[in-house]
């Protein structure tokens, strides 16, 4: 589970919403070349202080609302029951449970 609480006084937060993972908008990343005490250049990856337009459902969109968000995450990208539904029209081994 990811959880991500707003900063505001708890006083404010409206309340807790189960959402998806959402990304911030491209134009807010910031790449800044910075160099190490070593002399040598390498590049620190941020976001601007500016606020994304995330998709209705998602964390960011949650917390920007002031609510909790509680994303359920999950480690294997491949939805191992569509790919069981598949196989058995398509042929090939079911996936091991």
């Known amino acids: 589970m990811n959880l991500n609480f707003p900063n505001r006084p708890i006083s404010e937060i409206t309340e807790v919403e189960v959402t998806r993972q959402g990304f911030r ?3 807010v990343r910031h790449a800044e070349r ?3 005490l070593r002399g040598r250049d390498y ?3 941020g976001f601007r202080q500016e606020r994304s337009q ?3 459902g ?8 002031g609510k909790i968000s ?3 995450l999950h480690i294997d990208l491949t ?3 569509t790919v069981f539904k598949m196989r058995g029209v398509l042929g090939g081994a079911p996936p091991k449970a």
């Open 25 to 27: 908008d491209v134009q």
């Open 34 to 36: 910075r160099s190490d």
């Open 43 to 45: 590049y620190w990856m």
């Open 54 to 56: 995330p998709e209705e």
């Open 58 to 65: 998602t964390d960011l969109r949650a917390i920007y609302e």
């Open 70 to 72: 509680v994303t359920p």
């Open 79 to 81: 939805h191992a029951e």
